[in-house]
């Protein structure tokens, strides 16, 4: 399986940002999606997950800012990222939420929020 992320940028703090992962084959429609964040100097962790039937979780850090989607075809999955933080900063990766179902990681797509 080859995930790709992709829609990071430079954005001011309080912009917003879209950003999308796609994989081969049927993955990202068969399993739980988490969108992950590794910031400069920590450990790579979930932000956002959503299930296959569509419930969504979110870490405490981007809760009521981020929203996780996917389309109807299980072909993308979104992360929609709103008043956005310095905090915020880091590479951003999709994979499956549970680490037993996890595929190589991607390069992920770097998110620098900067004045």
Known sequence: V???ACGGGLVQ????????????????AA?????FRQSPGKERAAVAGITRD???H????????FTISRDNAGTTVRLQ?????????????CNALY???QE????GTQLTVSS
């Open 2 to 4: 080859q995930l790709q």
């Open 13 to 28: 703090p309080g912009g917003s940002l879209r950003l999308s992962c796609t994989a081969s084959g049927r993955f990202l």
């Open 31 to 35: 399993n739980a999606i988490g969108w």
């Open 54 to 56: 569509g419930d969504r």
């Open 58 to 65: 979110y870490s405490t850090a981007v809760k009521g800012r």
């Open 81 to 93: 990222m709103n008043d956005l933080k310095p905090n915020d900063t880091g590479v951003y990766y």
């Open 99 to 101: 680490r037993n179902l």
């Open 104 to 107: 190589p990681w991607g390069q």
